[in-house]
């Protein structure tokens, strides 16, 4: 559970980094409400899956647009596939 756990906070930076947040007024901002806690902003943003066929955790979104869709289809976790499977074909 732990080494799962360390996964997806390791994800969570690295997305927060790629999507160039480090600073923002969220997490950097005089009264941020995460200020200083990128991890807890990245956790709080992102959505996170187990892919339906390595069982790896990966990056599925933003949170927000997971609330927004949410009941609209239902996806299977069979269905949830990491990139590395998907582009294997598997």
């Not at 956790?43 to 869709?69: M, N």
């Amino acid at each position: 559970v732990l080494e799962v756990k360390q996964k997806v906070e390791a994800l969570a930076l690295e997305q927060l980094r790629v999507d160039n947040l480090e600073a923002s007024e969220s997490v950097a901002g005089k009264d941020a409400p995460y200020k200083g806690k990128p991890l807890e902003y990245a956790l709080h943003s992102y959505t996170f899956y187990f892919c339906g066929q390595c069982d790896e955790p990966f990056f599925g979104g933003a949170a927000a647009c997971a609330e927004s869709v949410s009941g609209e289809r239902e996806i299977a976790p069979s269905e949830r596939v990491c990139a590395a499977c998907d582009a294997r074909g598997d």
